[in-house]
């Protein structure tokens, strides 16, 4: 629940008819807010569930104490105060419907083959339709405790993704099918997979990850045109083949960057500070291709649970099959793309060792073009009474003279055989 309090101008009225999913940050709550009264004062961010209709009216000029539960909403005028609320430097440029893609739990269900989202209703328990996916991100106890009580599943806790054995990973309980898998999130040196828990019960499908991912949120944004959908199997696929997908195209980025590593490698003004700039782009390469391979292998180890485990029509193990084979080509290619980051690593470290070689070599040909001096410096440096230069007076410029004559000719010898390049 948050507080508002906010200076009101000229006429208006509207109605507002809100059903909640979940709660919402306060970095939303302005954006809720603005939308239907303009700029706000001030607020304080809260949440809790309800269903409920609110009609509002903005009269004349005066200020107000507005309490309002936020949480997913349809407006009969999806622009109410949409003008005034762009009009505030101060709060994200939010339409109603980018709100509702805010909300933690969607639900969707099927209708002449495609995906449909169908809104919950956490007080009474879901809305006419029956789901065939509901996707939950990062979902609190209060939302875990109402899947349990309406749907009969406990969803998985966040520590019981963590686990690597296949055992705990791909298994049957009961009637419930449960499946980890890792997506990518990401495609720069901070990429990461994020473990996704799904289970299959009852005819429907259950995602449960920590963060948003794009695989899901691209499901979300274009599951409309698709029309061949069946049960919850369908979409289950639908989400491995995107992501299959969305790794050949980081797969592309990885190809595209190394490209542009080559070109800097193979100049032959490679200088030590690029050849450092070279490395880590090379290292980022590394990092995100082997994360990709890893998710792979990944998805490839799910597919096949499934497969053995004979849920699928022969319509979706046709589908299975391609994906799996779209892996195996992904996975040569990473096999492909490591092997020219070795390639690409060897090359920058043999180049950093030439660079220091000739480092090494200026000071070794200085050390050997100086002894002849410093041994004459040494000799006649000694100061013993019958030594016959000493009492000479041309003694000194001459042993100066021998000094710079023994030092030229090393380096002469040395540049004539090119020790010096």
Known sequence: MFWCAYSLFGVSAGKVDCYIERRVDEAVVP???????GKPVSHEVGGSWFCSNLTFFQIGIFRRQVVIKCGQFTIDNDDIGHDEYQKSGDLP?????????????????LSNGSLNKIYLDGTIGRSPGFPVWIDIVAPNDEEREWIKRTYNLTLPRPEHLRDIEASARFYKENDEVHLRSDFLLGKESRSRSVTVAFVLFANILFSVHEEDLPVFYQMRMVNHGVSDLTDCKDVLIDLYSMDVEISADALEEVYGELGEVSSKVLNSR??????????V????????????RRNLMDTRRAISFLMRSKLFTLTQLKDVRQIIRDIDSLDGH???LFDKINFLMNATISFINVNQN???????????????????????GMNFKHIPEFSWELGYPFALLLMLLSSAVPFWVFYKKNWLK
């Open 93 to 109: 440029s939010l339409s109603c419907s980018q709100y509702r893609e805010k909300m933690m739990i969607h639900a969707y269900e």
């Open 334 to 336: 990473t096999s492909f």
């Open 358 to 380: 000739k480092v090494v070599r200026l000071f070794s040909v200085a050390s050997v073009a100086l002894l002849p001096p410093v041994l004459i410096a040494s000799i006649y």
């Open 31 to 37: 954006g809720f807010a603005g939308i239907l009264f």
């Open 270 to 279: 490679l200088s030590n500070k690029h050849a450092a700039s070279v490395l």
């Open 281 to 292: 782009s090379i290292a980022h390469a590394e990092h995100l291709n082997g994360r990709i």
